[in-house]
């Protein structure tokens, strides 16, 4: 599975931004995908996580109420929609695909096997 995250950029804090993580290969609709993200200074940390089907998602405490995930598996591709953004959400995002089958969501690094590279959410005060 090969990974390319896109959508971000600079927002003022209060507004939203829709990233979107492209796939590519047979694999994505069979393995969950997380976004996660990286701020300077700080160690990548999950935000949010979505089954196969898009029937489940979960999401980091930060986050909750703000964000959603959803994925459509037609298009190969995954969205996390950021409402009422805050300074404190400026990172670079990642999403990772977990193509281990015994798998549903998870919000562990290790059980993620292919990473995109990463797109800059800057939110200004």
């Known amino acids: 599975v090969q990974l390319q995250a896109s959508g971000g950029g600079l927002v003022q804090a209060g507004g939203s931004l829709r990233l979107s993580c492209a796939a590519s290969?047979?694999?994505?609709?069979?393995?969950?995908i997380g976004w996660f993200r990286q701020a300077p200074g700080k160690e990548r940390e999950v935000v949010a996580a979505?089954?196969?089907?898009?029937?489940?998602?979960d999401y980091a405490a930060s986050v909750k109420g703000r964000f959603t995930i959803s994925r459509d598996n037609a298009k190969n591709t995954v969205y996390l929609q950021m409402n009422s953004l805050k300074p404190a959400d400026t990172a670079v995002y990642y999403c990772?695909?977990?193509?281990?089958?015994?798998?549903?969501?998870?919000?562990?690094?290790?059980?993620?096997?292919?990473w995109g590279q990463g797109t800059l959410v800057t939110v200004s005060s």
């Open positions: 290969g047979r694999t994505f609709s069979s393995s969950a």
């Open positions: 990772a695909a977990d193509t281990n089958p015994s798998s549903y969501v998870s919000f562990r690094m290790s059980a993620y096997d292919y």
């Open positions: 979505i089954s196969r089907s898009g029937g489940t998602t």
